[in-house]
Every structure is written in structure tokens, then in C-alpha cells.
């Protein structure tokens, strides 16, 4: 049986470290190589990696804290020169636009002919300046302009300025710095390829579904206006702040799209908000595409281009 503080000192380390701890850490704290195999077969612990492991009882079972679990097994597995990158530093970094995670933790480790082959993980050796990652908490990142860098070169067109947006929009970069990101890709695969993708952000986005909208709208010639426009009644109050906006066309379009997180209390507000508008306003016409409508960019094209130009508009007719 395990004394009492010998458990107690093995759980707030691992209290520490998102509920990982090494046989190395375990043995620090006092307990034999048999006592952990036993709390294993128990299934207390669980095994991540070789000799890595997880505490049931301290288990977050959040998406965020599997993954900041995973990371953190992931660097302990590796060890002190591997830090989270792409994808998975993206996800610390709050960073949205990607994908449901699938449980693939990304990682750099920066070694020529590294022998590590680990379940779940995918190992990158990219050369990364010290300056270029940064330890939060425990864990150890790509900061957010060289988490961009190595995205972009993974992922698609909208994926890419998704997370431009998105980090625009957090202030984790400034628009100033993108193009000194662009050109330190240079000469990495994949580096033509992303390229022009980095003069499409727009920090004025505030979720993945207005910034798909948006290149959907570009790429088939009918760009809004303005983003994020604001909206006043007779009196100069503000009114409301759409989406994305078309002059000439009188035309509002709400990206209408509700995050897993999203509370019924924020859409309602949203709906009232818009309704309030729609009466105050009644020249302007309000449209609402949803994720759904993505899965046919016709629809949302033709949608707007049916709404013509207001002949009273300058420039219109």
C-alpha cells in the first residue's frame, strides 16, 4: 500500500500538470516502480505514453482540459526541448476556425533524425528561434505569429484566414506584422501555396463562420463594404453592429451561427437586437446565412446579388 503523503505528494504534482505525471516525478515523490504498475492495473492511472502518465481522479474531461492534459503527456514523453506547434499551439492560443479536435496533439521537438515515434502525436522538426515560443504555465508553445506560420501552411484557404482573423480580432498579432510573417516563410514547402492568403485578414471578424461568408462573397465578386458596421437611429444612438455590410444595396448580412459554448440568453439578445433594427431601419435589408449555407456558397452568392443596388444610392443605376 502507498503511505499516505508519498500519494498525496504524487497528486499535487500532477494537480500541477493538468494531471500528468512522469515515473520519474513518481519516484521523486516516493513511490516504487510496483506501486505505480499496481495504481495502473487498478486503473487508477493510465498509461499515455512510456512511462508518462495520467491520474484518473484529476482528469478535466473539458475539450480544453483533454487537451491541455495531452500536451502536457505529450512534452513530458519528449521532453524539455519540445513545445505544442500548428495546429495544437493554435488551440492553446484560442486561436478560431479549426476543426473539432480530433485528439492529435502537433509538436516540435528541433532535432535532425529524431527516433521518436509516439501514438497521437505528430512530430515536427521545424528550426524555431527560442524567441519564437514562450512556457504558459507548464506548457511550453509557438507564440502566436509563429503558431500562424506554421498553420497556414497546413490547412486551406479559409481555414488559414480564419485563424488570421482570429488573431487579429484577439490582438495576438497586428495587422502590421503579417507580412514580415508572410516573407519568413519563405523557401518553406507550401510557403507559394499560402502566400496571398495573408492580405485576406481582416481583424474586424469576429467569428469563422463571418470570415467564410466573406471570402465566399469576394471570390464571387460582391465584397462587402464594411464589416462590423454600425448602425444609429434619428437621434445618433446606436442601434446595432451587423456583420457585413453592402452599401449600395441597402443589404446587412448576419453571420447566424451558434458556438457549442453559446448561451440561449446571447441569441435571444441577438434576435432582439435585430428586430429592433429592422424596425427602425426599414431600407435595409437583413439576411441571415448559418454554417449550413456554407455547404452551398451558390446560394449565399446569388442570395446577395438578388438584392440589387438602391437606384437612390450614389453611384447605383
Known sequence: MLGRMETEEARRAAGAQYGVLTLAQARRCGMAEGEVRHLVRRGAWVRVHQGVFRIRELEDRSERGRLLSAVMAAQSALGPAAFASAETAARLWGLHGLPMWDGTVHMTLPA????????????????????????????????????????????????????????????????????????????????????????????????????????????????????????????GRLLAVGDLWWSDRRLLVEADGRAPHELPESLLRDRRRQNALELARPDVRIIRFTWADLACPNYILETVRGVGPDPNEPGSG
Open 112 to 235: 535532425t533524425g529524431t527516433p521518436y515515434r509516439i501514438p497521437g502525436v505528430r512530430l515536427y522538426t521545424w528550426a524555431t528561434e527560442p524567441k519564437e515560443t514562450v512556457s504558459r504555465g507548464r506548457i511550453r508553445a509557438t507564440r502566436p505569429g509563429r503558431t500562424l506560420r506554421d498553420v497556414v501552411l497546413r490547412v486551406d484557404r479559409y481555414t488559414a484566414v480564419c485563424l488570421l482573423d482570429s488573431a487579429l480580432n484577439q490582438g495576438l498579432v497586428r495587422s502590421g506584422e503579417l507580412s514580415g510573417l508572410a516573407t519568413a516563410n519563405r523557401a518553406r514547402s507550401g510557403c507559394r501555396r499560402s502566400r496571398p492568403w495573408w492580405g485576406l485578414a481582416d481583424g474586424r471578424a469576429q467569428s469563422p463562420l463571418e470570415t467564410r461568408i466573406r471570402l465566399v462573397c469576394a471570390d464571387g465578386g460582391v465584397p462587402p463594404d464594411d464589416l462590423q458596421h454600425p448602425f444609429h437611429d434619428a437621434r
